[in-house]
């Protein structure tokens, strides 16, 4: 995919330069970003010596405030998590007087983290990977203007403290306990994080979080990973040289995850501790805009013919498939029907034009402030394979299909609708009831959570299976898909007597849906299974697979 940004944003480069070619104001704005974020043609390190210092780390010096503070202001302003995660589910089908329902896990940062650090950061002293580590320490430091004279003595306290820190929470991190909580704030503090009362989290929530609406201690939080939260605990609850002397190995991390959007010399040097190539930074750059642009970065593709109509049908295909499971509504909507897309006065204030303004990194902290804008009205999701596992958006939120499935020979408006509806179809109606399967998944574990929180001394209850399993959603989604098909072909029928598609198109439509698979197997592999097993399974159970191939029964598919 990202080729293709790449390719399109050269041609909205070469629409800027030629005037007599009409260009968005929207593409013109996540394009300039995109080049503004590769090309760094001007240092920011002095926004991000600011962003630190207001955010409670003037690194390279110590800093006296609570830890916690530390951590939630960046998490709740800033999406940026350093110890654990925490996003707050505001879907559309809770109350807008409910109070918001908190996720709180690990963060998919600070494992990246650990790694780097037991690879480089905490190996024996002289070592090759020791040594990389050091020196790039060192490098940082300069760049912050510490001293020689206290640059070994902050080396070894930041080792000293990732060390500390890789020890504590490292081991609930490598072998996470699977049990999902979830309770209130007040039963959370009682239970995991003893030590902190409940007002002093209910106080940072509604200081960090007041986007998300009001906490109190009755505010329900669901808990993944509930061992994180009481290693975290001994953490938060060091003496205060220790908390001070914290607050310097949680500054280099800022440096390292933030200080390459603002500098070319923190790129360049946390690249090549991390043994990336220099082509890393441009795909650093793409996933950046692109998370934080939302829907307007699928304006640089152009729009398909088509594609609304394919997506109704797949949203009426999958309504009987939903109400069965639960009684949650969603909307699904095509990017080529999403009006709010042309909206230039909307995305003018939402989206920062670098074209003659500020560097890029002030434009992510300009972003970053007004992602609300684009998270109110559900248009920070962008539907992408891979997505429901690695929790890129919810499924209670409005869902915009992403531009990756409707590439060709997944989706061509001249292609027939067998290949269309196989294709891109399958795809679509696989990741919505996958996201679905999860969320579900989650609710069946309520049960198990209570149970656990009021009879706490009691031997583990059983596991709750769930309803349907990940398999399932295979054949699921491939039955949604058909659905939508023969409702896509009476739609196009030419007259009563077409009301059946023909034994030869019915072929390409299983044919399209393994293609489908098998093409997007790369991304979700790991994730979803095995490809072929996704393919051949749902479809050998099917009258009208057997049909379509002429089938005697299901032995002869063999």
Same mark, same amino acid.
């Given at each position: 995919?990202?080729?293709?940004?790449?390719?399109?944003?050269?041609s909205?480069?070469?629409?800027?330069?030629?005037?007599?070619?009409?260009?968005?104001?929207?593409?013109?704005?996540?394009a300039?970003?995109?080049?503004?974020?590769?090309?760094?043609?001007?240092?920011?390190?002095?926004?991000?010596?600011?962003?630190?210092?207001?955010h409670?780390?003037?690194?390279?010096?110590?800093?006296?405030?609570?830890?916690?503070?530390?951590?939630?202001?960046?998490?709740?302003?800033?999406?940026?998590?350093?110890?654990?995660?925490?996003?707050?589910?505001?879907?559309?089908?809770r109350?807008?007087?409910? $109070?918001p329902?908190?996720? #709180?896990?690990? !963060?998919?940062?600070? +494992? /990246?983290?650990?790694? @780097?650090?037991?690879?480089?950061?905490?190996?024996?002293?002289?070592?090759?990977?020791?040594l990389?580590y050091?020196?790039?320490?060192?490098?940082?430091?300069?760049?912050?203007?510490?001293?020689?004279?206290?640059?070994?003595?902050?080396?070894?306290?930041?080792?000293e403290?990732?060390?500390?820190?890789?020890?504590?929470?490292g081991?609930?991190?490598?072998?996470?306990?699977?049990?999902?909580?979830?309770?209130?704030?007040?039963?959370?503090?009682?239970?995991?994080?003893?030590?902190?009362?409940?007002?002093?989290?209910?106080?940072?929530?509604?200081?960090?979080?007041?986007?998300?609406?009001?906490?109190?201690?009755e505010?329900?939080?669901?808990?993944?990973n509930?061992?994180?939260?009481?290693?975290?605990?001994?953490?938060?609850?060091?003496n205060? $040289?220790?908390?001070?002397? #914290?607050?310097? !190995?949680?500054?280099? +991390? /800022?440096?390292?995850? @933030?200080?390459?959007?603002?500098?070319?010399?923190?790129?360049?040097?946390?690249?090549?501790?991390?043994?990336?190539?220099?082509?890393?930074?441009?795909?650093?750059?793409?996933?950046?805009?692109?998370?934080?642009?939302?829907?307007?970065w699928?304006?640089?593709f152009?729009?398909?013919?088509?594609?609304?109509?394919?997506?109704?049908?797949v949203?009426?295909?999958?309504?009987?498939?939903?109400?069965?499971?639960?009684?949650?509504?969603?909307?699904?909507?095509?990017?080529s029907?999403d009006?709010?897309?042309?909206?230039?006065?909307?995305?003018?204030?939402?989206?920062?034009?670098?074209?003659?303004?500020?560097s890029f990194?002030?434009?992510?902290?300009?972003?970053?402030?007004?992602?609300?804008?684009?998270?109110?009205?559900?248009?920070?999701?962008?539907?992408?394979?891979?997505?429901?596992?690695?929790?890129?958006?919810?499924?209670?939120?409005?869902?915009?299909?992403?531009?990756?499935?409707?590439?060709?020979p997944?989706?061509?408006?001249?292609?027939?609708l067998?290949?269309?509806?196989?294709?891109?179809?399958?795809?679509?109606?696989?990741?919505?009831?996958?996201?679905?399967?999860?969320?579900?998944?989650?609710?069946?574990?309520?049960?198990?959570?209570?149970?656990?929180i009021?009879?706490?001394?009691?031997?583990?209850?059983?596991?709750?299976q769930?309803?349907?399993?990940?398999?399932?959603?295979?054949?699921?989604?491939?039955?949604?898909?058909?659905?939508?098909?023969r409702?896509?072909?009476?739609?196009?029928?030419?007259?009563?007597?077409?009301?059946?598609?023909?034994v030869?198109?019915?072929?390409?439509?299983?044919?399209?849906?393994?293609?489908?698979?098998?093409?997007?197997?790369?991304?979700?592999?790991?994730?979803?299974?095995?490809?072929?097993?996704?393919?051949?399974?749902?479809?050998?159970?099917?009258?009208?697979?057997?049909?379509a191939?002429?089938?005697?029964?299901?032995?002869?598919?063999?």
């Amino acid at each position: 995919m990202y080729d293709r940004v790449l390719s399109a944003i050269g041609s909205v480069a070469w629409n800027l330069s030629n005037h007599d070619t009409p260009t968005s104001s929207v593409q013109k704005r996540v394009a300039t970003l995109v080049a503004s974020c590769i090309e760094l043609p001007k240092s920011s390190l002095g926004s991000l010596k600011w962003f630190m210092a207001e955010h409670y780390l003037p690194w390279p010096e110590t800093s006296r405030k609570d830890l916690l503070d530390i951590l939630l202001d960046l998490s709740g302003n800033y999406n940026f998590h350093l110890w654990f995660q925490i996003s707050v589910d505001q879907s559309r089908d809770r109350s807008k007087t409910e $109070e918001p329902l908190l996720k #709180m896990g690990p !963060s998919s940062t600070f +494992r /990246v983290w650990i790694a @780097l650090i037991r690879t480089f950061g905490i190996q024996p002293r002289g070592t090759t990977q020791s040594l990389q580590y050091q020196k790039y320490v060192r490098n940082m430091l300069r760049l912050f203007d510490a001293t020689e004279s206290r640059a070994d003595e902050l080396l070894s306290t930041i080792e000293e403290m990732n060390r500390l820190t890789v020890a504590v929470l490292g081991p609930a991190m490598a072998d996470p306990e699977q049990r999902t909580l979830r309770m209130s704030v007040r039963n959370f503090t009682d239970i995991l994080t003893p030590g902190i009362s409940a007002s002093r989290w209910v106080l940072l929530l509604n200081e960090y979080f007041i986007w998300a609406g009001r906490f109190s201690a009755e505010t329900m939080v669901q808990v993944e990973n509930p061992d994180l939260f009481r290693a975290l605990v001994y953490l938060l609850r060091l003496n205060t $040289e220790m908390r001070e002397a #914290m607050t310097l !190995s949680l500054g280099l +991390r /800022v440096v390292t995850e @933030l200080g390459w959007m603002a500098d070319r010399r923190i790129s360049a040097a946390t690249l090549e501790l991390m043994g990336l190539p220099s082509s890393a930074h441009t795909r650093r750059c793409l996933v950046q805009v692109e998370s934080s642009a939302g829907i307007a970065w699928l304006s640089l593709f152009p729009r398909n013919r088509g594609a609304a109509a394919l997506v109704e049908d797949v949203r009426d295909a999958l309504i009987d498939v939903v109400m069965r499971h639960t009684r949650t509504s969603f909307d699904l909507r095509a990017r080529s029907d999403d009006a709010q897309l042309d909206d230039e006065s909307f995305f003018a204030n939402a989206l920062p034009d670098t074209t003659f303004g500020p560097s890029f990194f002030d434009s992510w902290m300009n972003m970053t402030n007004s992602r609300w804008q684009l998270q109110e009205p559900n248009l920070t999701n962008i539907l992408k394979p891979g997505s429901a596992i690695s929790q890129r958006w919810s499924f209670h939120s409005a869902l915009t299909t992403s531009d990756e499935y409707f590439l060709f020979p997944l989706f061509h408006p001249d292609l027939p609708l067998a290949a269309n509806y196989g294709g891109a179809g399958r795809l679509i109606a696989d990741e919505v009831l996958r996201g679905l399967f999860y969320e579900l998944l989650a609710s069946d574990q309520q049960q198990l959570s209570y149970d656990y929180i009021a009879h706490p001394n009691e031997s583990a209850p059983t596991q709750p299976q769930p309803e349907w399993s990940p398999h399932s959603v295979d054949t699921e989604a491939l039955l949604v898909a058909l659905k939508a098909y023969r409702l896509g072909f009476l739609r196009h029928s030419n007259s009563t007597e077409e009301n059946n598609s023909t034994v030869e198109e019915d072929r390409l439509f299983f044919f399209a849906s393994c293609y489908a698979l098998c093409s997007s197997d790369d991304y979700v592999g790991e994730l979803y299974g095995d490809a072929s097993r996704r393919c051949n399974m749902p479809a050998a159970a099917l009258p009208e697979f057997r049909a379509a191939f002429q089938c005697g029964n299901q032995n002869d598919l063999d």
